[in-house]
C-alpha cells in the first residue's frame, strides 16, 4: 500500500508550522495539531480578567418593636367621629348661598349657608307695623281707664262702665304684649335665614344645593365633631367573652403603622346585627393626633390581661429554612445580613408574630427575602422608599 507523502516546514520568524508536501505518518500529524491547539489557548490566557463586583443589594427593613400582646385579638374597622350632627334650617326657604364643601373645617358660629331673606324682611315690617297698631290702642285705652278712674271715684260713672274701661285696658296691653312678641319671633327666623356650625368640626356630607328650596328642619349638611374620635368595629358572637376579658386596648392605622394609640372599649351593641351576625362594637381613640383623620382604616387590638409581648412582623419578612421558620437581620456596622431562627406565636391576615429570636432594635428585611445570602452586603432603604 502507499503512504500519503507531507512535511512540515517551520517559520523561523514567526514560529508558525506550514504544511508541506512531502511524506509523514499519522501520529506526526495529530501531534502538531495538538501542539497548535495549545499555543492558542495560551495566547487567549493571557489576558488579564477584571476582578468581579461584589453585588449590594437594597433592602427595605423594619424595626423591632416587642409592643403586641401574644393573646391578643385583632379587628379591623374605621374611624369616625363620635358625635356626627345633621343640620339644616330652622326655616324653610330657597338656598341662595352656600360657604362650604365637603371636608371644610369650621369654626363655631360660622355662617355654612344661606335662605333668601325677602320675605322675611317683609314679615318684620308687617310686625312691626301690626306692634305700632296695639300700642296706639293700648296707650288709647291706658288714657280712657284712667278718666273713668277720676270719674267713677266722683260718682259720676257706674261701676259696670268703669268694668269696661278696665276690661279694654287688659285687652289691649296683651294684644301688645302679644304683637311684641310676634315680632321678636320674626326677627328671630330672619335671622334663622342662616346657618351656622354649633361647633367646630368637618363637613362630612351635603344633601343640598344652591337654588333647592328646602323645608324646616330637612337636612342640608352634616358636621363631624372633630374633639372625639373613635373606631367602628365588628365583633362576632363567639368573641364577645373575649372582648369582655381584655385588658389594654390599642389602636394603629394603615396609613401610618409605626404610630399607636391608646382605646377605650366605650359601647357595644345589645343586639346583633341582622346580616352579619356580628356585635358593633364603638372603641375610643385616647389623645389622637392631627395624623388621625375621620374615614381612615385602622386596626384595634385588644389584649389579653398576662399576655406577654411579641414582635409583629410583615408576613413577606418571614424565610422558611427547611423546617424552621427565620428572617434576615441586617449588621449596623458591617452591612450584611445573617439568617436567624425565629419562634413564630401566631400568624394573622397580614402579619405573622414573632415569639423569640429578635430584640428590639433590630433590622429585618420585610421584602425580597428569597434573594438575599448569608453574609450577603445591603444598603438599607430609608423609610418609606
Request: hydrophobic share 40%.
Amino acid at each position: 500500500m502507499g503512504s500519503s507523502g507531507c512535511s512540515m516546514a517551520v517559520d523561523g520568524r514567526s514560529g508558525n508550522a506550514a504544511w508541506v508536501q512531502g511524506r509523514c505518518d499519522r501520529p506526526v500529524r495529530i501531534a502538531a495539531l495538538l501542539l497548535a491547539c495549545a499555543g492558542l489557548s495560551l495566547i487567549a490566557g493571557c489576558g488579564n480578567e477584571a476582578p468581579p463586583v461584589e453585588d449590594v443589594r437594597p433592602v427595605n427593613v423594619v424595626k423591632v418593636e416587642p409592643t403586641a400582646s401574644a393573646n391578643e385579638a385583632s379587628y379591623t374597622g374605621d374611624v369616625r367621629a363620635r358625635y356626627e350632627t345633621a343640620l339644616g334650617f330652622r326655616v324653610g326657604g330657597k338656598i341662595v348661598a352656600r360657604e362650604v364643601e365637603v371636608g371644610s373645617r369650621v369654626k363655631r358660629g360660622q355662617a355654612l349657608a344661606r335662605l333668601d331673606p325677602s320675605d322675611f324682611r317683609l314679615n318684620i315690617e308687617a310686625q312691626r307695623s301690626q306692634l305700632a297698631a296695639t300700642e296706639a290702642d293700648f296707650l288709647q285705652a291706658r288714657d280712657d281707664l284712667e278718666r273713668y278712674r277720676n270719674l267713677y271715684q266722683q260718682k259720676f260713672v257706674s261701676a259696670a262702665e268703669f268694668d269696661r274701661r278696665q276690661n279694654a285696658f287688659n285687652v289691649a296691653k296683651a294684644r301688645l304684649e302679644q304683637a311684641q312678641a310676634q315680632l321678636g319671633v320674626t326677627q328671630n327666623q330672619s335671622t334663622y335665614t342662616a346657618l351656622r356650625a354649633d361647633e367646630d368640626g368637618i363637613i362630612t356630607a351635603l344633601s343640598a344645593e344652591v337654588g333647592q328650596v328646602v323645608a324646616a328642619g330637612q337636612e342640608v349638611m352634616r358636621l363631624a365633631r372633630l374633639d372625639e374620635k373613635e373606631v367602628l368595629i365588628s365583633v362576632p358572637e363567639s368573641r364577645l367573652d373575649e372582648l369582655r376579658r381584655s385588658g389594654e386596648v390599642s389602636v394603629s392605622l394603615w396609613a401610618a403603622p409605626e404610630a399607636t394609640f391608646k382605646g377605650r372599649i366605650r359601647e357595644v351593641s345589645p343586639a346583633a346585627d341582622p346580616v352579619t351576625r356580628t356585635y358593633a362594637v364603638k372603641v375610643t381613640i385616647l389623645d389622637p393626633t392631627p395624623q388621625v383623620q375621620l374615614g381612615m382604616t385602622a386596626n384595634v387590638m385588644l389584649a389579653q390581661k398576662g399576655a406577654s409581648a411579641v414582635v409583629r412582623l410583615p408576613l413577606a419578612a418571614l424565610y422558611q429554612q427547611g423546617q424552621t421558620p427565620a428572617v434576615w437581620v441586617v449588621d449596623g456596622k458591617t452591612g450584611t445580613v445573617t439568617l436567624r431562627p425565629v419562634v413564630v406565636v401566631r400568624y394573622t391576615q397580614d402579619a405573622v408574630e414573632i415569639g423569640s429570636g429578635l430584640s428590639a432594635g433590630d433590622m429585618v428585611v420585610r421584602a425580597g427575602v428569597h434573594k438575599l445570602n448569608p453574609g450577603q452586603k445591603v444598603r438599607v432603604l430609608p423609610t418609606g422608599t
